[in-house]
């Protein structure tokens, strides 16, 4: 019957994986299609930015938080369905815009339609593993982001590479397009079969039983109590998630203008990284907490994260100072082996520390602040040091340098302060947990 258990839980949780990857692909494939939009749409960088970044990331966040409260007290397979389905229209709806406003819009709704994915697949995650196997289960299905990530800059890389310079063509019903649309059509349609396989998973019985809704005044009296854990653990995942995030809107741009990249040759070879070497650092910290969770450690999710967080300085520092392209490639594969490290285990340590009625609000919050922090600060952090600090565009890898081992380094101190209170709140849960069941 465990096996039986276990077989339902890994086929529900690899479902989520192809979600999330679709989610995240969808989510960054615009910032390998920034030339062509500007030059068809008439916009500038300010634009760009707002979306790229604000027009997603505040829609994301946003709704999170009452989604999640959904996903606490009501089914959750129907409200990712639902999600994916607002999500992937958005993401092809991207492909007609003839407008600045209309692309605008879509990327909002992309945002809305995302933003009931994660809360409500952590939920079901932890409701289908025993704690031992959370961490890996987590990593596996938080990869998404990498290969996503890594999908995003080889197809978008590819199709810049080839269409540069192509004119518009005709589409039946559609009328005339150009090349770029054409890939938010495609990343709109890589949704559907994942769709359907939604339809296959089994919604897993809640631990305890189905939690009546909290007060949102409960929920933070919660926090406050648990304050040295709850906003010790958020911050230190904000941090490095400016970090991840700033590299991962910069980078593009630094081997063109420093290394003298083409668009469609850096979008392979960042790709590429991201598939191979972010995959790997997903899944080596899920395998590295899971070792600590059964060596009896309470806080093992955070001890690994402090250890990838020490080895992101040093790769911070690597990847945009290294005297060749060579070993700034092999830099930033480093680089996002250590990155992507934290995100695989950071819901699955939330997990440790809050209750079942409001675990999924709670992951909605973290949301909240990794992205707000990553994609809403990070990039932002190091446009400006590039502009008023050094002055020179060329500078953008000193900048990334900069950011990287400041917000490393503060990640790091953060989380090494937050392991005693943390392990101390993860044992409170489990006992009382205990006594319920």
Not at 50 to 63: D, E, P, S, V
Not at 321 to 339: D, E, I, Q
Not at 409 to 423: C, E, G, I, R, Y
Request: proline share 5%; charged share 10%.
């Amino acid at each position: 019957m465990e096996q039986d258990n276990l077989r339902t839980a890994w086929y529900g949780v690899t479902i989520l994986f192809l979600a999330w990857t679709v989610s995240f692909t969808d989510r960054i494939i615009l910032s390998l299609l920034i030339i062509p939009i500007q030059r068809d749409l008439g916009i500038n960088d300010t634009q760009i930015s707002l979306l790229h970044g604000a027009a997603f990331a505040i829609f994301y966040t946003l709704m999170g938080i009452p989604i999640a409260r959904l996903a606490d007290r009501s089914a959750r397979r129907p409200i990712i369905i639902i999600g994916m389905i607002v999500w992937n229209l958005a993401s092809a709806s991207c492909g007609l815009a003839k407008h600045f406003w209309h692309l605008l819009v879509a990327r909002m709704m992309v945002g809305v339609g995302e933003a009931a994915l994660s809360p409500a697949a952590y939920s079901m995650i932890y409701d289908w593993f025993p704690k031992e196997k959370l961490g890996r289960a987590h990593a596996f299905y938080n990869s998404g982001v990498t290969v996503g990530a890594g999908l995003a800059f080889i197809i978008g890389g590819i199709v810049v590479g080839l269409t540069t310079g192509l004119d518009a063509v005709t589409l039946p019903w559609v009328g005339e397009i150009r090349s770029w649309q054409i890939v938010f059509f495609i990343a709109g349609l890589m949704g559907v079969p994942v769709i359907l396989l939604m339809f296959t998973v089994t919604e897993p019985a809640r631990r305890g039983g189905l939690p009546a809704p909290l007060p949102f005044a409960q929920i933070f009296r919660f926090a406050l109590l648990q304050k040295r854990a709850v906003f010790g653990h958020l911050a230190g995942f904000a941090l490095a998630s400016l970090v991840f995030n700033s590299f991962l809107a910069w980078t593009p741009t630094f081997l063109v203008r420093v290394h003298g990249f083409s668009p469609g040759q850096a979008g392979p070879v960042l790709g590429i990284g991201l598939l191979v070497f972010g995959s790997a650092g997903m899944l080596t910290g899920g395998w590295l907490s899971d070792k600590f969770m059964r060596a009896g450690h309470k806080d093992a999710h955070l001890r690994a994260t402090l250890i990838a967080c020490v080895g992101l300085v040093f790769a911070a520092a690597l990847a945009p100072l290294a005297p060749s392209s060579g070993l700034t490639v092999a830099g930033l594969y480093l680089f996002f082996f250590f990155g992507a490290f934290p995100f695989g285990i950071g819901a699955a340590a939330l997990q440790m520390i809050t209750p079942a009625p409001m675990r999924a609000q709670y992951a909605a919050v973290y949301l909240l602040c990794i992205n707000l922090a990553g994609i809403g600060t990070g990039p932002t952090v190091t446009a400006l040091i590039t502009d008023y600090v050094f002055g020179d565009p060329l500078a953008v890898g000193y900048s990334l340098a900069l950011v990287g081992v400041v917000f490393s380094s503060l990640s790091a101190f953060v989380f090494w302060f937050t392991l005693k209170p943390f392990q101390a709140s993860a044992l409170r849960l489990a006992e009382a947990e205990s006594r319920v069941s």
